[in-house]
């Protein structure tokens, strides 16, 4: 059993883009991180599964994803050091989490529930499966990403926890998301 890294405190936005495979997660949170001149954290998966794929030629498995959680988790506290005001997250052990549930048969390793229900966001981006299709080694439901969405959206509206929808292409997606933003901050207030 994978020990649970512990989330490092931090005043900073941590916002999670969140939401079934190939719909811009990492674009976005690359050009969220350029607007706002700040960091953001890489998917850790995808480096870890990539690697085992081309070695081994097998997808991810039950036994992967407490290391996954774990992984994005370090990664996460090392670009707190760096971060200004806002962290961009390409994931989280919420993402995990569904992706277990729906992969495994209603799944998921109690390691990874603890870490779900202890780490700690501020603002989800539910991304719609609104874009093209891109094939990789990693990527396996390209037509269940209405259902994938609507399992990532279940948990959100299960834990009460803040989000908006994004949608759109390229520049529009972008500008989706900081009117999204913008309005969150000012909810704040």
Same mark, same amino acid.
């Given at each position: 059993m994978?020990?649970?890294?512990?989330?490092?405190?931090? #005043?900073?936005?941590r916002?999670?883009l969140?939401?079934?495979?190939?719909?811009?997660? $990492?674009? !976005? *949170?690359?050009?969220?991180?350029?607007?706002?001149? /700040?960091?953001?954290?890489?998917?850790?998966?995808?480096?870890?599964?990539?690697?085992?794929?081309?070695?081994?030629?097998?997808?991810c498995?039950?036994?992967? !994803?407490?290391?996954i959680?774990?992984?994005?988790?370090q990664s996460?506290?090392?670009?707190? /050091?760096? *971060?200004?005001?806002?962290?961009?997250?390409?994931t989280?052990?919420?993402?995990?989490?569904?992706?277990?549930? $729906?992969?495994?048969?209603?799944?998921?390793?109690?390691?990874?529930?603890?870490?779900?229900? $202890?780490?700690?966001y501020?603002?989800?981006?539910?991304?719609?499966?609104?874009?093209?299709?891109v094939? #990789?080694?990693?990527?396996?439901?390209p037509q269940?990403?209405?259902?994938?969405?609507?399992?990532?959206?279940?948990?959100l509206?299960?834990?009460?926890?803040?989000?908006? $929808?994004?949608?759109?292409?390229?520049?529009?997606?972008?500008?989706? /998301?900081?009117?999204?933003?913008k309005?969150?901050e000012?909810?704040?207030?």
């Amino acid at each position: 059993m994978e020990k649970m890294v512990q989330q490092s405190p931090s #005043d900073l936005h941590r916002i999670v883009l969140y939401g079934p495979e190939s719909t811009g997660k $990492t674009s !976005l *949170a690359k050009a969220l991180a350029a607007h706002f001149q /700040t960091e953001w954290v890489p998917e850790f998966a995808r480096d870890f599964l990539q690697a085992k794929w081309d070695r081994e030629k097998l997808p991810c498995s039950l036994e992967d !994803l407490p290391h996954i959680v774990a992984g994005q988790m370090q990664s996460e506290n090392e670009c707190l /050091t760096k *971060a200004q005001h806002w962290l961009f997250c390409d994931t989280n052990a919420l993402v995990t989490q569904v992706w277990s549930e $729906t992969h495994f048969n209603g799944y998921c390793a109690p390691e990874i529930l603890l870490a779900a229900n $202890t780490y700690h966001y501020d603002f989800y981006l539910l991304m719609q499966p609104d874009l093209p299709w891109v094939k #990789d080694d990693l990527r396996d439901r390209p037509q269940a990403r209405e259902e994938m969405y609507r399992s990532f959206e279940q948990q959100l509206i299960r834990r009460n926890l803040p989000y908006a $929808t994004i949608k759109g292409r390229d520049q529009k997606r972008l500008q989706n /998301t900081l009117e999204a933003l913008k309005n969150w901050e000012n909810a704040l207030r």
